[in-house]
């Protein structure tokens, strides 16, 4: 199966500050289709997870700017350019290249 | 608006079984597949397969191959998992979440079911 690391484990940030979270698979999330389907969700306390970023760095209508994705092949990264009280909760990146899906560990952003 | 509204807490036995449902509205039931997903307490998520909506065939990732069974009923819009000969370590929140062929991944999810086993 594909490992899927993710780091931090927690991040603790005031409001306004950026977020940098990495992920990294233990093979090449590039597909056969040249797609590279590395997704991001956010779990808010209490909630089932929602839908953030699809295929590295696409994002979900829904979703404000201020987040972005990046990276390629076996490392990603999630962006929050200024945090907002509503960004908290565990982010977790998940592969859907290779059966079967995977998930990394989570990342926990606290608000300051 | 899509929703998946998942039925309530389950507490069990161990041996025993439980069947949970996910209920689909907002769009057409049979064309999108639906995925299971399992979120041990203070764990994270692991995906335990999907159901292809208009076959209704099955797909169980390798741990889930032996006592999982994802089953339909179509006509209800209604997705089920029936997790049979219960142990502790099926403790656990499950989650159904819906394929997006477009994004080619989990678009909505639905709020969870918290499953507890203990004798």
């Known amino acids: 199966d594909v490992v899927m690391t993710q780091t931090p484990v927690s991040l603790s940030l005031a409001i306004g500050q950026p977020a940098s979270i990495s992920c990294k698979s233990s093979q090449s999330l590039l597909g056969t289709s040249g797609k590279t389907f590395l997704n991001w969700i956010l779990q808010r306390p209490g909630q089932s997870p929602k839908r953030l970023i699809y295929?590295?760095?696409k994002l979900y209508s829904e979703v404000p700017d201020r987040f972005s994705g990046s990276g390629s092949e076996t490392e990603f990264t999630l962006k929050i350019s200024r945090v907002e009280a509503e960004d908290l909760g565990v982010y977790y990146c998940w592969q859907g290249t290779h059966f079967p899906f995977t998930f990394g560990s989570g990342t926990k952003l606290e608000i300051k | 608006q899509i929703q998946l509204v998942q039925s309530g807490p389950e507490l069990k036995k161990p041996g025993e079984s439980v069947k949970i449902s996910c209920k689909a509205s907002g769009y057409t039931f049979t064309d999108y597949a639906m995925n299971w997903v399992k979120q041990a307490p203070g764990n994270g998520l692991k995906w335990m397969g999907w159901i292809n909506t208009q076959t209704g065939k099955p797909t169980y990732a390798d741990d889930f191959k032996q006592r999982f069974v994802f089953s339909l009923e179509t006509s209800a819009s209604t997705a089920y998992l029936q997790i049979n000969n219960l142990n502790i370590e099926d403790t656990a929140t499950y989650f159904c979440t819906k394929w997006d062929y477009y994004s080619e991944g989990f678009d909505y999810w639905g709020q969870g079911v918290m499953v507890t086993v203990s004798s």
């Open positions: 295929q590295v760095s």
